[in-house]
């Protein structure tokens, strides 16, 4: 029908005449915003990110808790930061058309895998009471790996587009790089008498 509304007049019948009303109409509301979609970790990671920090002692002289848990912050420090510089080398061959493209989006994927790695391996030594503020660096630590976890899928999804979201891929990546670079500086800010190859 149109734009008005036919009523009866009140205690008319039929035949009289038909009143016509006019519809109101009101501005279009943009649905709701969906939900986040429910994020499945794997079930190691889930796990090790459930569980608190610091329920493990230390061994006495031994640092190689102490060594690997410095060097597993590092590697992710150093790690995210490349992630920048492969995206970059993927820009680059997307604008050229090159055949590279493939690897190059491999490689980006290799080195967010072993970024995920690295933050497992801390989220594994976190288990050890290293200080008062293992649970504080734990926690930084499974923020960093559920944003690389949702940064991985979404990276997968925004590269098959006809013309890739780069800033959009960049700006998770910066988001990923504050965040090693935190972890990092709050284990160095530690000072754990180590030293590390």
Excluded at 90 to 118: P, Q, V
Aim: glycine fraction near 4%; charge should be positive; proline fraction near 8%.
């Amino acid at each position: 029908m149109g734009q008005c509304l036919s009523l009866l007049k009140p205690g008319g019948s039929p035949e009289e005449g038909i009143e016509m009303m006019t519809i109101i109409k009101f501005p279009v509301v943009p649905p709701p915003p969906r939900p986040p979609q429910h994020v499945v970790y794997p079930p190691s990671m889930a796990e090790l990110i459930r569980v608190p920090a610091a329920r493990l002692p230390l061994i006495p002289d031994d640092d190689y808790v102490l060594v690997e848990y410095t060097r597993a912050a590092r590697e992710i420090y150093a790690n995210a930061d490349l992630l920048i510089e492969k995206l970059n080398k993927l820009e680059e061959c997307h604008k050229e058309n090159n055949k590279e493209i493939g690897n190059a989006f491999t490689i980006l994927c290799i080195f967010i895998d072993r970024l995920a790695k690295h933050y497992e391996d801390f989220l594994r030594l976190s288990a050890f009471n290293v200080d008062q503020f293992a649970q504080c660096r734990k926690d930084m630590a499974s923020e960093g790996y559920k944003e690389l976890f949702v940064m991985k899928k979404e990276v997968e999804v925004l590269l098959k587009k006809k013309k890739p979201w780069f800033n959009e891929i960049r700006r998770k990546i910066k988001a990923q790089i504050k965040h090693a670079h935190g972890l990092w500086e709050h284990v160095q800010k530690a000072k754990f008498r180590v030293v590390i190859e």
